[in-house]
């Protein structure tokens, strides 16, 4: 998707230096040379859903076959499970993933995916158009949830899909017995129910690509009537509304404004969907790199905006609901778009190779997720395996690309409530944009339970290292439990099977501990410091 060209307003700092005088008394000025973050543990934003550090997969190229599942393979297990594969993501906790789709959800039967392996058939997926032979759907999927340690986010297909078949998933998964979908279940050798809890009503129904494309009003009702069915079978159910594709629809903000006046009563929350790039859309040129580390304040942009709308249509309807956001698509992607499959199964397809600077940004973005806190409840980074993804396989083993390292940090360290961090960074002009980024980008988790506070800190800073004093107030940590950085002199690096370890974090020595401690980042650099209070 096309990003869009706007900043936050307020994005020359994150948490300003009027927020920091007024959690700790006088003016600091926005332009000193040192920066400054100050963590105060009664300033909270809010609680940290887990399931914001979420992921994705989807029946596209080799996420699923070749991906996770592989049987025959001499790493997989008696179930075509990729062994190697699920210890990697169970080890990572990944807390829930979204699928099947995506695009392919939208010309999906699901009823295809289920039943004895040898009667399932063979068929034509339109979305990718590629080969599905249908010998991974929603039973093994959810079986590899469970060993995964994983929360399922099961997609509807709206689009050649009914509200009646949506209904008869959610049979077919969460009631017992004695039902017609629960007793297929079982025949499936499936006794016990699946009590899948989330769900989402179809994907990008606004995109024209998007197989049953359809008006905001039409899909509205289509959504509402889904919604009205399922919970009709099992009304513990949260619902998520296929919101905009992306800042960069001519649509945007007026379809999620249009759906949710037809909808909003029946459902919980609200997708967004983005990617980034870093390159001239139009001529393939070099990109800005300055500009696309500030890109998670787009993010921010994004979510602020459908943020606005939720509480617009709450406003009108005058409801006491108050939706929250599922970010169920966001990544760095823009080198490897061509989604044609040429009606081959499983083929090489969006396998997006990762750069430093790739990376770092991610780090923002996980930096942007845990600040909006407050709203967003669920987010997938898009996808998992092979397919845009941090982790890469052959038939060999994998490898770790280097978005890997801050989402697996954040899945490590983040946890407890979102502190609102006042930070005064020095800032610098983006070109084309109107406002200012800051160089020092930061986030922070406070774990009551543990007693820890997690220090997330992107420096965008090309050129140089950052000094960066960190001023506690009402705490004062006694020792530094995790100390890592990620940065190098090359931006362009990637991983390989062949040099697996070419970008990999490092230890970033553990800094001195008082009332303010002094950090030196380095340029071009992601660092997560975990104190021990």
């Not at 379809?255 to 609200?270: A, F, N, S, T």
């Not at 946890?415 to 961090?421: C, F, H, K, T």
């Not at 001023?471 to 002199?489: A, N």
Request: proline share 5%.
């Amino acid at each position: 998707m096309t990003t869009r060209r706007t900043f936050l307003k307020q994005a020359s700092l994150t948490g300003t230096a009027l927020a920091a005088s007024r959690f700790f008394g006088g003016i600091v000025s926005a332009q000193s040379p040192v920066a400054r973050i100050y963590v105060d543990p009664m300033q909270k934003i809010a609680p940290l859903d887990r399931k914001i550090l979420g992921s994705f997969i989807e029946h596209l190229g080799r996420s699923v076959y070749g991906g996770i599942y592989e049987p025959g393979s001499k790493l997989s297990d008696a179930n075509g499970f990729r062994k190697d594969v699920l210890e990697e993501i169970k080890k990572m906790g990944v807390p829930i993933i979204r699928y099947p789709g995506g695009n392919f959800v939208s010309g999906y039967n699901w009823l295809d995916g289920v039943g004895p392996k040898d009667k399932r058939p063979v068929v034509l997926d339109k979305a990718w158009n590629t080969i599905e032979p249908n010998q991974f759907g929603t039973n093994e999927f959810l079986q590899w949830c469970r060993m995964a340690g994983a929360e399922p986010l099961l997609g509807l297909n709206l689009g050649t899909g009914t509200p009646e078949m949506a209904a008869a998933l959610v049979e077919y998964c969460n009631i017992e017995k004695g039902t017609k979908w629960s007793d297929l279940r079982r025949q499936h050798g499936i006794e016990k129910q699946h009590n899948v809890k989330s769900w989402c009503l179809g994907n990008e129904m606004d995109g024209s690509w998007q197989i049953g494309h359809m008006p905001a009003r039409e899909y509205g009702l289509k959504a509402r009537d889904c919604a009205n069915q399922m919970r009709m079978v099992d009304p513990t159910l949260q619902f998520i509304a296929c919101g905009s594709s992306g800042p960069g629809m001519q649509t945007y903000l007026e379809w999620d404004r249009e759906m949710l006046e037809e909808c909003y009563d029946l459902v919980h929350g609200i997708s967004l969907h983005c990617y980034y790039r870093n390159d001239n859309q139009e001529t393939g040129a070099n990109g800005d790199t300055s500009k696309f580390l500030a890109f998670n304040l787009e993010m921010e942009q994004q979510i602020a905006e459908v943020a606005a709308v939720c509480d617009y249509v709450r406003a009108r309807k005058h409801s006491r609901k108050r939706l929250w956001l599922s970010f169920d698509e966001w990544n760095v992607w823009y080198r490897q778009r061509g989604g044609d499959g040429k009606r081959q199964p499983a083929p090489h397809l969006l396998e997006e190779v990762y750069n430093l600077e790739d990376a770092l940004l991610v780090g923002g973005f996980l930096n942007s997720l845990m600040r909006r806190a407050d709203r967003v409840r669920v987010a997938c980074l898009a996808q998992l395996v092979n397919v845009i993804a941090p982790i890469t396989t052959n038939p060999d083993g994998l490898f770790r690309q280097t978005i890997y390292y801050p989402y697996s940090w954040a899945l490590q360290c983040a946890r407890g409530n979102v502190l609102d961090l006042a930070v005064d960074s020095p800032d610098y002009s983006v070109r084309g944009m109107d406002s200012r980024a800051p160089y020092i980008d930061a986030s922070a988790t406070l774990d009551g339970d543990s007693r820890t506070i997690s220090l997330f800190i992107l420096n965008r800073d090309l050129e140089k290292a950052r000094d960066v004093e960190v001023v506690w107030r009402d705490v004062l940590p006694q020792r530094v439990l995790f100390s890592q950085v990620l940065t190098g002199q090359d931006l362009k690096a990637v991983n390989s099977f062949e040099n697996p370890k070419k970008v990999s974090p490092q230890l970033f020595e553990p800094p001195k501990l008082g009332p303010r401690t002094l950090l030196q980042l380095p340029a071009r650099s992601y660092t997560v410091i975990q104190f021990a209070s």
